[in-house]
């Protein structure tokens, strides 16, 4: 079965550096792998995805991942983080139920930080 | 608003009763996706349906059973509840059919307390 793992709990960045969060995952065959955003007392929000074709993927808010083939990692990165970035980060991977239709799997999420 | 609906937003109850947790996907939306979320197993993947089918099985325990109408909307039934039943329930539905390559768009969830 496809997984990602996210390795840090949490993540603190100072308002206005460079943030990024890590995921790393394990796949046989392509894998379609997704980030998704939650706010407090929201419901998940999709941020970007990885299909195939370029390696750093753009998304929304100013988000983009990159996906490495080698280090099986789709880490999710931002030049400057602002304060509102402050949430709750999952990875996703797609996986095929027994069914052979398709769910994600997701991460334990990250908690980011950016501190004023 | 995401554009899929979750009723109610809260929900407290007592243990051994029964709920039902509803969500409407948005609109075009064939596929409808049950998530749990808690704070100590993260977000776990219970069920799916597909235009009115069942398709796949997560995690879902046998006190706990799901439907979808002709209408697309979908119910999640809890029954025989659990102090360790309480979490975010979110529904979600899928961009381009089932495919898995679009995205889910979920709905703002519906926190259950079981007390």
């Known amino acids: 079965a496809q997984s990602v793992a996210q390795p840090e709990d949490q993540v603190n960045v100072a308002e206005g550096n460079p943030l990024t969060v890590k995921c790393t995952y394990s796949?046989?065959?392509?894998?379609?792998l997704f980030w998704y955003v939650q706010y407090p007392n929201r419901g998940l929000q999709f941020l970007l995805k990885?299909?195939?074709?370029?390696?750093l993927v753009k998304g929304s808010y100013g988000f983009e991942a990159e996906f490495n083939k080698s280090q099986t990692s789709f880490h999710l990165k931002k030049p400057s983080a602002l304060v509102s970035d402050s949430a709750l980060y999952f990875c996703?991977?797609?996986?095929?139920?027994?069914?052979?239709?398709?769910?994600?799997?997701f991460g334990t999420g990250t908690r980011l930080k950016v501190l004023a | 608003d995401s554009g899929v609906t979750q009723t109610p937003k809260h929900l407290i109850t007592a243990t051994g009763q029964r709920v039902t947790l509803r969500c409407s996907p948005r609109?075009?939306?064939?596929?409808v996706y049950w998530y749990q979320q808690s704070l100590d197993q993260g977000l776990q993947f219970l069920i799916q349906y597909y235009n009115g089918e069942e398709r796949a099985k997560g995690n879902i325990l046998e006190r706990f059973s799901a439907q979808q109408f002709p209408d697309l909307h979908s119910e999640l039934n809890l029954s025989s509840l659990e102090l360790g039943d309480s979490a975010l329930y979110f529904c979600a539905s899928s961009v381009e059919g089932d495919r898995g390559r679009g995205g889910y768009t979920f709905g703002s969830g519906t926190r259950l307390t079981v007390v």
């Open positions: 990885y299909i195939t074709g370029d390696n």
């Open positions: 996703a991977v797609r996986d095929t139920t027994t069914s052979g239709t398709y769910k994600y799997i």
């Open positions: 609109s075009g939306d064939l596929s």
């Open positions: 796949v046989s065959g392509n894998p379609y």
